[in-house]
């Protein structure tokens, strides 16, 4: 089976004569990130990352998307953390999408490069660092873990796209798919960070409107998206992040595949301002 390419931020800055005006848009239910927007000038910095800058494209807001935080990385040859995670609480899903780099997970060393994809449990004992000559870039999705009384929390886990067979969406006829990391089934996860793809012409053919947000980065291709009853063209570099129950579908626009990487929050109850719960009761 043939490797599979993704679309990676390089940074820059535009010319002076490029036009001001581009796709860019924060509205109440959604929000479109342009991959001309990640720029050099909007990349930020990490405590304890050497060698290290990353584009912020999601972070929790209150009265918008607020379970997770996605990020993508990039780290300059010798560069990483040993010290990457500062929240115990919080789980993470990385995903190589350019370069190579080694992780340190629970003392032993994984080799990640092109669709190398690690899920690190909360409190995970982790590191990172590029031993190779190039930048590597990844994505790393962070969300604070639901802990359940009487479920587990689920393991750590290192493997790569490329070893997963996608499971194709039924009476389709394989026009779109997605690639499961995880056991939807398994309660133990309270996140999915899953890869969908389109054929050319495939279509999500409703508004979905769910509970779940989402974070969706364009890997490869291209497609028109119906958002709150907005059409919008997006394609390979592009970020759409959605709030709760925005009616979203789309369908692939291009000659060839559509595919991104998606998040959404799952299995777990709905919190309530007056449950003994959130009180911390």
Avoid at 46 to 73: N, Q
Avoid at 137 to 148: D, I, L, N, P, T
Avoid at 185 to 192: P, Y
Avoid at 233 to 246: H, K, N, T
């Amino acid at each position: 089976m043939a490797r599979n390419t993704y679309y990676a931020p390089k940074g820059g800055l535009p010319p002076q004569t490029q036009l001001i005006h581009d796709r860019a848009v924060f509205t109440e239910a959604y929000v479109v990130i342009p991959k001309g927007v990640m720029s050099d000038i909007v990349t930020s910095f990490l405590p304890f990352w050497d060698e290290t800058r990353l584009w912020v494209i999601a972070r929790p807001l209150s009265g918008f998307a607020e379970t997770f935080s996605h990020y993508i990385m990039e780290v300059s040859p010798n560069g990483g953390s040993d010290k990457p995670e500062l929240d115990k609480g919080a789980e993470g899903v990385l995903f190589v999408v350019e370069g190579e780099m080694t992780l340190t997970l629970e003392g032993k060393e994984h080799q990640m490069d092109l669709g190398g994809y690690a899920f690190l449990p909360a409190g995970s004992n982790w590191s990172v660092r590029n031993n190779s000559d190039a930048p590597v870039r990844f994505h790393w999705v962070r969300k604070a873990y639901q802990f359940v009384d009487g479920i587990d929390a689920p393991e750590a886990f290192v493997t790569n796209e490329n070893d997963i067979a996608p499971t194709a969406m039924p009476n389709t006829n394989d026009a779109w798919a997605t690639t499961r990391f995880t056991d939807p089934t398994d309660l133990r996860h309270d996140m999915h960070v899953n890869i969908v793809t389109f054929q050319p012409g495939g279509v999500i053919p409703f508004d979905e409107t769910h509970v779940m947000e989402h974070g969706l980065y364009v890997l490869e291709g291209k497609a028109v998206y119906h958002l709150n009853q907005d059409w919008v063209e997006v394609e390979a570099g592009d970020y759409m992040w959605l709030r709760a129950f925005c009616p979203q579908a789309c369908y692939a626009s291009g000659p060839t595949r559509f595919r991104y990487l998606l998040y959404k929050d799952v299995n777990r109850h709905m919190l309530l301002n007056a449950s003994p719960a959130y009180r911390g009761r």
